[in-house]
Nanobody, 129 residues
Framework: VQLQASGGGLVQPGGYLRLSCAAS????????VAWFRQAPGKEREFLVA????????FYTNSVKGRFTISRDNPKNTMYLQMSNLKPEDTAVYYC???????????????????????WGQGTLVTVSS
């Protein structure tokens, strides 16, 4: 599956932004998908994942309550709605897809880059006044 992330940009602290990730090439609902981000000078980190049907989600604590993942399988697209953005949210945001439709029962696996076989190119989000 090919992924293309979009929607990044410059936003003020406290603002909101919605990222999109368009998929092509395979049946989108067959893939759990996730968002990661990589801040300057830091390792890429897991943010949130959603199962193929959209019924299961998992958020890392740093974004829980501020970010919302969703997917529209007929449109082959997933979204990341981000609110109350902070300067520390500045990063390149990546979407990724697993070969599995479900979220791994293992916490370590479902939040690991190794669980996801397909990656988008990333979109830059800058939170600054």
């Amino acid at each position: 599956v090919q992924l293309q992330a979009s929607g990044g940009g410059l936003v003020q602290p406290g603002g909101y932004l919605r990222l999109s990730c368009a998929a092509s090439g395979r049946t989108f609902s067959n893939h759990a998908v996730a968002w990661f981000r990589q801040a300057p000078g830091k390792e890429r980190e897991f943010l949130v994942a959603i199962s193929g049907t959209g019924q299961s989600t998992f958020y890392t604590n740093s974004v829980k309550g501020r970010f919302t993942i969703s997917r529209d399988n007929p449109k082959n697209t997933m979204y990341l709605q981000m609110s109350n953005l902070k300067p520390e949210d500045t990063a390149v945001y990546y979407c990724a897809a697993s070969s599995n439709h479900y979220l791994s029962p293992s916490l370590r696996r479902r939040t690991s880059e190794n669980e996801y076989d397909y990656w988008g190119q990333g979109t830059l989000v800058t939170v600054s006044s």
